[in-house]
């Protein structure tokens, strides 16, 4: 364990696996932490570098049967891309495994989900819904990084197999997100017929009257027509402007972001069809679907031409390097933790703001634990929350011998009372709270953080504790930010 003021700098390994509709892949990356404060001052412990070590082939998504995910296929296929990177599951701190597109609705896979976090390493994110998969996307197609650099507002629409998951982001802000029945494998063929069609664009062929059949050509007409209908309907999307016949294609809610877009960015494997990055031989998958012609449609859709087209800096990787690469952030030094409760999954996250004022904020605190209870443990089974408490005053020794007296006191209405009190703050109070807690509840576990940014309603994974005494934390954003 590295002294509190020595310089401390701290190597850990990240590994991002994205099980997609389609694809599957595997990132493993590098992060560099080190102590940005200087000698005598507070240590403040930042990922000053990311360094993607290992990409793997793409790989076709193993499956068993169209509704169930092949789990020990891809464990095999993770196991053998370890072995290429050079590493063994022990190695991993952090990283993600997602389930994106329509795999997500698989019925196994949760179960696929928890098997690779058992046996694949020490991994905090465990599942995105579409509206994270787009954020995700966005991060490691660069599209974050583009409207952080030139303040502009940009769409990244991520199309892979099953959906089009579109991140708006303006000055790295997130504006909104909104999830599309887009992808190449919506009607698939094998030798130059027709063999399956999904059911959301059954709807929309029903709602023109037109007639595709399995076993129909891969050239009938109604096939282009319906791609030029998607890149159109993006650009519906894009304004703010869908339609009632539109909705068969909307998955989950509609555009939710204000601001006037002024760049487009696509990435997922449909952006591959248009730019080409990978090299040949790269992806052992091989695809009959209508990818090709849906990059065509894309290309040519005049309306998609009304905004200035960025290139991403990855295609049909995005994802899986956000993953890797994007979704990990550092709690400081001044924390206090209980190493053996680590690490923590899926903990919904619960607000109070004190509005800067200690009086009304520690009356807030017992009804906030009640309600939180309420949201997150209606069946009273036991599961945990974290309370992020926000706005705080200025907090002197009294204060906040106070603060930790009515967090005890409000908790005692958990089903568990006994569980981890999980503390996260704005503010660098998160040692002297966590310390002041045990002091008065010697047999309360307690986790206690800070200088992370969280939202009522995230959900956040809590690392082990590092060498340099600070944890990783993976935040899972899944609703809409202002």
């Known amino acids: 364990m590295l002294n509190r003021y020595d310089p401390q700098?701290?190597?850990?390994?990240?590994?991002?696996?994205?099980?997609?509709?389609?694809?599957?892949?595997?990132?493993?990356?590098?992060?560099?932490?080190?102590?940005?404060a200087g000698g005598t001052h507070m240590p403040r412990i930042e990922i000053i570098e990311k360094e993607v070590l290992y990409q793997s082939p793409i790989y076709r998504t193993p499956l068993l049967t169209a509704s169930s995910i092949d789990i020990e296929a891809v464990e095999k296929l993770v196991r053998e891309e370890y072995e290429s990177a050079g590493i063994v599951p022990g190695d991993i701190k952090t990283g993600a495994v997602i389930i994106t597109g329509e795999t997500a609705t698989k019925q196994n896979a949760e179960e696929m989900v928890h098997y690779l976090s058992d046996h694949a390493g020490d991994f905090?994110?465990?599942?995105?819904?579409?509206?994270?998969?787009?954020?995700?996307?966005?991060?490691?197609?660069?599209?974050y990084e583009f409207s952080k650099r030139t303040g502009k507002t940009v769409a990244n629409i991520d199309i892979g197999g099953g959906t089009a998951n579109a991140a708006v982001y303006r000055s790295g802000r997130l504006c909104g997100t909104c999830t599309l029945h887009i992808g190449g494998r919506l009607i698939e063929f094998a030798d130059g017929k027709v063999r399956s069609i999904s059911p959301p664009v059954q709807k929309i062929l029903q709602q023109w009257g037109a007639d595709l059949k399995i076993e129909d050509s891969r050239n009938h007409p109604i096939i282009k027509k319906l791609t030029d209908y998607m890149a159109e309907?993006?650009?519906?999307?894009?304004?703010?402007?869908?339609?009632?016949?539109?909705?068969?294609?909307?998955?989950?809610?509609?555009?939710?972001?204000?601001?006037?877009?002024?760049?487009?960015?696509?990435?997922?494997?449909?952006?591959?069809?248009?730019?080409?990055?990978?090299?040949?031989?790269s992806s052992p998958a091989q695809y009959e679907d209508i990818g090709e012609v849906l990059a065509q449609s894309l290309r040519n859709c005049t309306d998609l031409a009304f905004w200035k087209w960025e290139k991403p800096e990855e295609t049909v990787r995005a994802t899986v390097l956000g993953a890797g690469t994007q979704t990990t952030e550092i709690s400081g030094a001044t924390?206090?933790?209980?190493?053996?409760?680590?690490?923590?999954?899926?903990l919904p996250v619960y607000q109070i703001s004190f509005n800067h004022n200690l009086e009304k904020g520690l009356h807030l605190i017992q009804q906030a634990v009640k309600k939180a209870v309420e949201m997150y443990d209606p069946q009273k089974e036991g599961q945990n929350f974290a309370l992020y408490l926000t706005a705080l005053p200025y907090l002197g020794f009294r204060d906040i011998q106070e603060l930790s007296s009515v967090l005890l006191k409000s908790i005692q209405v958990k089903p568990k009372p006994e569980q981890p009190l999980i503390v996260v703050l704005e503010s660098d109070h998160a040692k002297v709270l966590g310390q002041t807690i045990k002091?008065?509840?010697?047999?309360?576990?307690?986790?206690?953080?800070?200088?992370?940014?969280?939202?009522?309603?995230?959900?956040?994974d809590i690392g082990s504790l590092l060498q340099t005494n600070v944890v990783p934390v993976v935040i899972k954003t899944l609703t809409f930010h202002q």
């Not at 650009?235 to 760049?263: A, C, Q, S, V, Y």
């Not at 924390?335 to 899926?346: K, M, S, T």
């Not at 509840?441 to 995230?458: A, L, M, N």
């Open 124 to 143: 905090l994110v465990a599942t995105a819904g579409p509206d994270l998969e787009g954020i995700i996307a966005a991060k490691g197609s660069g599209a």
């Open 439 to 460: 002091v008065q509840e010697s047999k309360q576990s307690i986790v206690c953080i800070d200088q992370i940014k969280v939202e009522h309603g995230d959900y956040i």
């Open 9 to 36: 700098k701290e190597n850990i390994i990240s590994a991002g696996i994205d099980i997609g509709t389609s694809t599957t892949k595997l990132v493993i990356s590098r992060f560099s932490l080190m102590n940005m």
């Open 233 to 281: 309907l993006i650009g519906r999307m894009l304004r703010r402007e869908l339609r009632e016949d539109d909705m068969p294609l909307l998955l989950g809610h509609e555009p939710n972001w204000t601001e006037n877009i002024e760049f487009i960015m696509f990435s997922g494997g449909i952006s591959e069809c248009l730019y080409k990055y990978e090299k040949a031989g």
């Open 335 to 346: 924390i206090h933790v209980e190493g053996h409760e680590l690490p923590i999954r899926n």
